[in-house]
């Protein structure tokens, strides 16, 4: 497979009365879940009956969000901004947020637990980074030069993740990308180990086995290079070695078998681009000392799981301190903003010109303002108290659901992170996540959007994310939509 996610046709066509509706700019549907009582795990035919029922629901919900993905295949490449946001039945076009919630261009309000895909821990207009942009905006957005705020972020982040020097970018590729030309740069060697399963954004050198096919990912004991995108020469790809998560053999055997030529190697400390997936008790540390032994480096790519599970990321969480740690996604209220850190042999590197580390825009002076907010006024301890009590809640509320109907599936959470697997047993690498079944990841995104609740699409690879913002009556409209799903695909006892 070529793309980690393949866009679904567009096939959804406006009808006169939902032309109607959207000239009026309301959705005048009532929403209605299909309750089936069909017990057990569903037959085929009768899970795509109810999918289809939903996306029917779901597309007469959003009248006005058809128009405008019909006028925008015009101008916009696929009628979208980035191709995730391509989905089925149709993507969803919004008009603001504000605190947890979203509103499409229809109208209908959303518990918003898509958070940008991970981006919203802050969540929507928070007074604190409003009040940062505001006042930054009269003062220059823009000079290419350091800036206070600059060092008042590093600062933080180096008490927060324990490594001592930092850099900034605009977006976890390119977070990724220097860490990984840091990588090579450093040790002069060009080969890259990266794990099946794990997305480090899109440059070429990681475009490489995130989602493969079950046939194009090769033996389970030695995993196949794997293209992920098109446009990459074979040549590059074949620098980036595949490793299994959770199995220390797999990369044992990559070094051995290539003394001398690994510059380090890439991972999420937490895999959160295949529902959640957990590092088992001393694979980080143990992976650390490893490559050392073999001169190489180590990047925890925490572009996704940094400030969402916790205040330090997983690195604080498990002590285990890497070479390089990327960040992105909620570091910057919302607004875009990527940081490297290093150690100090790391980062001497690029002091001493050694790699040019560079771009125009990083450390900007509005995405540094937002993101000194963010965590001096956001991200605070009072916040992760918050959220793991809503951790707890949706965790116990959804699980209780799946024990009432035998469903097959199980929860997984990690800080403001969680997913349900539809899986019985617990997934640990990139291998068993391919069993899963993501027709009901599927269905329930639909059951969950129908509902009022903004899950992120793509079910099996994603995961809800809790802001600082919301409340109890949030993480209860979740649970009751699961169990209203639960029961329509799971039965009850
Ligand atoms: C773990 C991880 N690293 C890197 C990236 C790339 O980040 P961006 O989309 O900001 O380029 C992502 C994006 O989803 C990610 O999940």
Not at 37 to 45: I, K, N, Q, S, Y
Not at 222 to 246: E, H, Q
Not at 300 to 307: A, H, I, P, Q, R
Not at 359 to 371: E, K, S
Request: glycine letters at 10%; a negative charge.
């Amino acid at each position: 497979m070529v793309t980690p996610r393949q866009p679904a046709e567009q096939t959804i066509q406006p009808t006169a009365k939902n032309a109607e509706n959207a000239e009026n700019g309301k959705n005048t549907e009532t929403v209605k879940h299909c309750v089936e009582r069909v017990g057990g795990a569903l037959p085929d035919t009768e899970l795509a009956q109810l999918i289809a029922t939903q996306e029917e629901i779901f597309v007469r919900r959003q009248p006005n969000s058809a128009h405008l993905a019909q006028a925008a295949q015009q101008h916009l490449a696929g009628g979208v901004t980035s191709s995730w946001q391509i989905t089925a039945p149709q993507p969803v076009w919004l008009s603001h947020g504000y605190g947890s919630k979203v509103y499409d261009v229809d109208g209908n309000e959303y518990v918003d637990l898509h958070g940008g895909y991970g981006a919203a821990l802050a969540g929507h207009g928070h007074p604190a980074i409003q009040e940062a942009i505001k006042a930054q905006v009269s003062k220059g957005t823009h000079f290419a030069q350091p800036t206070p705020n600059a060092l008042a972020v590093a600062r933080e982040l180096a008490k927060r993740f324990g490594l001592p020097r930092w850099r900034f970018a605009n977006s976890g590729t390119e977070a990724t990308m220097d860490a990984v030309h840091l990588m090579r740069s450093i040790t002069g060697r060009d080969l890259l180990i990266k794990i099946e399963g794990c997305y480090h954004g899109h440059h070429d050198s990681v475009q490489v086995s995130v989602m493969p096919d079950p046939e194009d990912a090769g033996p389970r004991d030695r995993p196949n290079s794997a293209p992920s995108s098109t446009g990459i020469p074979a040549a590059i790809t074949d620098l980036t070695l595949i490793a299994t998560f959770n199995d220390l053999g797999s990369v044992e055997r990559i070094l051995g078998e290539h003394q001398g030529q690994v510059a380090g190697m890439i991972i999420e400390p937490i895999m959160m681009n295949a529902g959640i997936i957990k590092p088992q008790p001393g694979y980080l540390a143990a992976l650390k000392d490893l490559l050392h032994r073999h001169g190489a480096l180590l990047t925890f790519d925490e572009v996704k799981t940094g400030l969402t599970v916790g205040p330090g990321g997983v690195t604080r969480q498990q002590g285990v301190q890497p070479d390089l740690i990327t960040l992105a996604k909620s570091l910057g209220g919302g607004v875009s903003v990527a940081a490297v850190g290093g150690t100090e042999a790391v980062m001497d590197h690029v002091a001493s010109g050694g790699y040019e580390m560079v771009g125009t825009f990083n450390g900007n002076p509005l995405a540094m303002a937002a993101t000194r907010a963010m965590l001096a006024e956001v991200a605070t301890d009072a916040a992760y108290e918050k959220i793991e009590k809503l951790r707890l809640r949706a965790a116990e509320g959804i699980e209780d659901a799946i024990s009432k109907t035998g469903l097959s599936a199980h929860v997984v959470t990690a800080g403001a992170k969680g997913c349900v697997v539809f899986a019985a047993e617990p997934v640990t690498s990139y291998r068993g996540f391919l069993g899963v079944d993501d027709r009901y990841s599927h269905a329930h995104w639909l059951y969950q959007h129908n509902g009022g609740v903004f899950l992120p699409p793509w079910g099996k690879i994603e995961q809800w994310l809790i802001s600082v913002q919301h409340d109890e009556a949030d993480v209860d409209r979740l649970v009751e939509n699961f169990a209203v799903f639960a029961q329509a695909v799971g039965g009850a006892p």
